[in-house]
């Protein structure tokens, strides 16, 4: 089987799909969950609140961050992370327009 072939499809198309790939694990909702509900940025916590290994939470971390949907500044020897507004509007922004565009045809299938 070839690679997929990303270029016949729009660039919302393919940056809705990098997110929502990013978001489809359990542990990185619950990440996302974590840092939308402390309101702040997350330096050590979530090792402790999700009882996950430190090395499973970065590898997490980095596939949020890779797809834009966290940020990460460096303090001291701990990176801190917190949503990147812009992404977490336009996921917002693209998710509505997506979900909303259905129309409930009474009966189907």
């Known amino acids: 089987m070839g690679l997929t072939k ?6 919302e198309q393919n940056r809705l799909a990098i997110m ?10 619950a990440i996302l969950q974590q840092i939308i509900n402390a309101n702040a940025c997350i330096c050590g916590d979530l090792v402790e609140e999700l009882g996950l290994a430190q090395a499973t939470i970065s590898q997490h971390l980095k596939e949020l961050k890779n797809a834009g949907l966290i940020q990460g500044t460096i303090e001291g ?3 801190c992370y917190c ?10 922004k693209e998710l509505g327009l997506f979900f909303n565009s259905y129309k409930d ?4 299938c």
């Open 83 to 92: 949503i990147e507004p812009k992404a977490w509007a336009l996921l917002n």
């Open 6 to 11: 990303t270029e016949i499809f729009t660039d």
């Open 20 to 29: 929502l790939k990013a978001m489809a694990h359990p542990a990185r909702i």
């Open 77 to 79: 020897v701990s990176v």
């Open 105 to 108: 045809p009474g009966s189907c």
